[in-house]
T-cell receptor, first 110, second 112 residues
Framework: DAKTTQPTSMDCAEGRAANLPCNHS???????VYWYRQIHSQGPQYIIHGLKNNETNEMASLIITEDRKSSTLILPHATLRDTAVYYCIVNHFGNEKLTFGTGTRLTIIP | NAGVTQTPKFRILKIGQSMTLQCTQDMNHNYMYWYRQDPGMGLKLIYYSVGAGITDKGEVPNGYNVSRSTTEDFPLRLELAAPSQTSVYFC???????????FGSGTRLTVV
């Protein structure tokens, strides 16, 4: 599976949009981009995933560049409860296993 | 609908002891997983199962065993506990490959 690169940490002001980048320059055509987050000491929580089209759900939006080499997770109106580690994962279709990296520690500042 | 339930939440083991971490899900998911997470690190896959009676190794299977006799349950067995197995263990499940996983709340294990 393609490797991903994420910033180690980011801050965002409460109420603003949080934009979390992920680089996956070696992604192949049948690999999906997944985002999970882990709030302190809890189990990871699935957020969203996509293949090449932008995706939106009640939690977030996922913007994937046209060449698919990078993506951005957008939390439109960040709250203090969004403080967490965010994992960007690339996984090819049919692979039963997800491999987690170390993610981005997002801190929402009041 | 409880999702993925892990027991116990906390446990302290002495070196050489053994124990079973329990994981059960009520979503009729075929795919189940065990991960461990060391402090400040990402999750590492220990074992996984694609259905009852089928298990396979992940990245870090040494020192662990699993079984999957039913769709609902996926216990993780630690034999001869070692300090290196001090970690937080997460169980997860999904109904379909490429869908999101549902994780349990974890078991915090300390081996002394």
């Amino acid at each position: 599976d393609a490797k991903t690169t994420q910033p180690t940490s980011m801050d965002c002001a409460e109420g603003r949009a949080a934009n979390l980048p992920c680089n996956h320059s070696t992604i192949s055509g049948n690999e999906y981009v997944y985002w999970y987050r882990q709030i302190h000491s809890q189990g990871p929580q699935y957020i969203i995933h996509g293949l090449k089209n932008n995706e939106t759900n009640e939690m977030a939006s996922l913007i994937i560049t046209e060449d698919r080499k990078s993506s951005t997770l957008i939390l439109p109106h960040a709250t203090l409860r969004d403080t967490a580690v965010y994992y960007c994962i690339v996984n090819h279709f049919g692979n039963e296993k997800l491999t987690f990296g170390t993610g981005t520690r997002l801190t929402i500042i009041p | 609908n409880a999702g993925v339930t892990q027991t116990p939440k906390f446990r302290i083991l002495k070196i050489g002891q053994s124990m079973t971490l329990q994981c059960t899900q009520d979503m009729n998911h075929n795919y189940m997983y065990w991960y461990r997470q060391d402090p400040g690190m990402g999750l590492k896959l220990i074992y996984y199962s694609v259905g009852a009676g089928i298990t396979d190794k992940g990245e870090v299977p040494n020192g662990y065993n699993v079984s999957r006799s039913t769709t609902e349950d996926f216990p993780l067995r630690l034999e001869l506990a070692a300090p290196s197995q001090t970690s937080v263990y997460f169980c997860a499940s999904t109904g379909r490959v490429n869908y999101g996983y549902t994780f349990g709340s974890g078991t915090r294990l300390t081996v002394v």
